[in-house]
């Protein structure tokens, strides 16, 4: 049931503040739509990815606690700078400083109530991390002679990442809520709580990073033709497809029954060739050359004298992979990577042993 103004016991300044608000409802709702809105957009554009963006607005009940705390500190509601609220977590702390720069783009920024709670602790102090700007939505990106409030009326943006929100939030509920002074002893842990946070936060960054650099750095080796130096993994796999190594066999074998190639992902075949003992591109690369001529002989007994007319991108591979395993390992050797590429089935055993037959055949010529 909703609550009277008076039935929350402020004095008169806070009551007519209060009545304020709910005159306001309005101009909040809007406020709150643009700039989730705007925010939003902005970083799709910007192909930024972030943890989660929300937003709300302070109920009634919220702000008459407010201002039963410190109303004495607010003039008007326009002195209420947080009545909207918009929270951006990110996942990594450089992207914070990111975000921050898209908010100073959009809005128009009160900088001399903006608070940055990163550069208030001490060297020797672990605690609360989290960038706050105060804004006000610009005339040029909304404007309404019925909602002047719009514009006028301040709102507020945080910006953390997602462990500074962990922390946070576990913080504001064992402390601030609680409305006691938390003991030393709790307090200590909850200190060491965010130094331990901290390190995470920057170990994260660091990883990502050391890994950015890595996959530029396997990615020129790549495009440099230096094989031998790059692992087999995910990234360089992606990177050496990207060259289109097989594009050559794949035409020959179209060529055959002037079919057309389908395109399909070759990233399927990493976690068998790993399995088949592979380790860098330079073995990959090896492969192809070795066994590309008997992976199109292969695929002239797969399709000569049918009328398929679509070959998959992936046949080239696969023939270039089976050729492999054949020579090694025979017709098990099949079995074992058409188990890996497709799962196991009762069925690979015998189109295994067929394969291999053919393969002898082509072997013997």
Request: hydrophobic letters at 40%; one cysteine or more.
């Amino acid at each position: 049931m909703k609550k009277n103004l008076e039935d929350y016991g402020l004095d008169l300044h806070c009551t007519m503040i209060l009545e304020d608000y709910q005159a306001h409802a309005d101009d909040f709702a809007i406020m709150k739509e643009i700039v989730l809105g705007q925010l939003r957009t902005c970083l799709m554009k910007s192909k930024m990815v972030v943890n989660t963006i929300e937003g709300r607005i302070k109920t009634e009940e919220s702000l008459a606690g407010k201002l039963e705390l410190k109303g004495n500190k607010y003039r008007d509601l326009h002195d209420v700078t947080d009545i909207v609220g918009v929270r951006v977590v990110t996942f990594y702390t450089e992207e914070v400083d990111k975000i921050a720069a898209l908010v100073d783009k959009l809005f128009e920024i009160d900088w001399e109530n903006s608070v940055d709670k990163r550069k208030q602790l001490g060297k020797d102090t672990f605690g609360y991390m989290s960038l706050h700007y105060i804004c006000r939505i610009p005339t040029s990106l909304y404007c309404d002679p019925a909602h002047p409030g719009v514009n006028s009326f301040r709102f507020e943006v945080q910006m953390r990442t997602a462990l500074q929100h962990v922390w946070a939030s576990m913080n504001h509920d064992t402390g601030y809520k609680s409305g006691v002074e938390v003991p030393p002893e709790h307090l200590r842990s909850l200190t060491r709580l965010a130094g331990i946070l901290e390190l995470a936060d920057e170990e994260f960054s660091r990883i990502r990073k050391e890994l950015t650099d890595y996959r530029r750095k396997a990615e020129q080796l790549v495009k440099d033709g230096s094989f031998d130096a790059v692992s087999l993994n995910g990234d360089s796999w992606r990177s050496y497809l990207a060259l289109d190594p097989f594009a050559s066999l794949n035409n020959k074998i179209a060529a055959i029954n002037q079919a057309e190639i389908q395109q399909l992902s070759g990233m399927p075949y990493l976690e068998p060739m790993l399995q088949m003992g592979l380790k860098t591109l330079g073995d990959v690369e090896r492969m192809r050359k070795e066994c590309s001529e008997k992976a199109y002989q292969l695929a002239v007994y797969q399709i000569s004298g049918t009328d398929l007319d679509i070959i998959a991108s992936t046949l080239g591979l696969q023939n270039i992979c089976i050729v492999y395993v054949a020579e090694k390992g025979g017709a098990k050797g099949i079995e074992f990577f058409l188990n890996s590429l497709n799962g196991p089935s009762k069925y690979n055993a015998g189109t295994a042993q067929r394969i291999f037959e053919t393969f002898t055949d082509i072997h013997d010529m």
